[in-house]
């Protein structure tokens, strides 16, 4: 993520999406349409999750944490009064992105959209990692999308429509410090994007990143209460003086993953209260 990797988090029988009707707005923009959200046990991802259900998505939670994630599924089927499934595993290996595209597809059909949310990295000082701290930083943010978007690809290939939207790091454009080894994860994930975006641009399918910096949440609240005076380093760097909503996030990635969206593919967009604005 951005000023704040470090401070962000993780109905049955949806039809296949038809890519040239448009959707009505009184009915939900992804209506007949699965959503699959990683990381989507809390935090950002969760606040995702809600989004789409929101708008009449069938949505599939995914995240390592199992008894998190099935509290926060149950919660939502009652909130919302929507079937969501919940699928916990580790997808920085592929066996793991492989079981989260078996289950979505048994339960809900084939996924139209796939938001790569999953990360969470170490953020250090770059001499003070170990080889753990770097490969875990790695495996979180760049092998779970590696791993995922892999996944999922083919079948919005054959169907010829898809929407991909990864959760990147303003921090890669900005240089905030103690985030190299974390920037080298998100930036990844930024180039990742840009490839495969022109490579399937013929295809129906469109790639996009979504940056945040700081985030209002958990992570962000604690790290202010145990290192106040790094904490406000971290958020001085935003003109507009204050982290992001999670819903403001969100609200850009469903943007992003709406046929409203269709011209827009190959793009990190940073939600960053003007951290950089370039």
Known sequence: MAASASFCESRTGADTVNASSPASPAAGRFRGQVAVITGAARGIGLAIAEAFLREAAAVVLADVSETELQGEVRRLRRVHDATALGVAGDLSTESGAQALLDQTQRAFGDASILVNNAGGGVILPFLSHTPET????????????????????????????????????????????????YNAAKGGVHGLTTGLAREFATAGITINTVAPCAVNGEPLRKFMQQKPEVAQRFLSVIPLGRAAELEEVASMVTYLASRDAAFVTGQVISVNGGSTML
């Open 134 to 181: 770097l490969r875990a930083t790695i495996d979180r943010n760049l092998w779970t999308t590696l791993w995922c978007t892999r996944a999922f690809l083919p079948t919005m290939l054959r169907n010829r429509y898809g929407r991909i939207v990864n959760l990147g790091a303003d921090s890669v454009r900005n240089g905030l410090a103690d985030h190299a080894g």
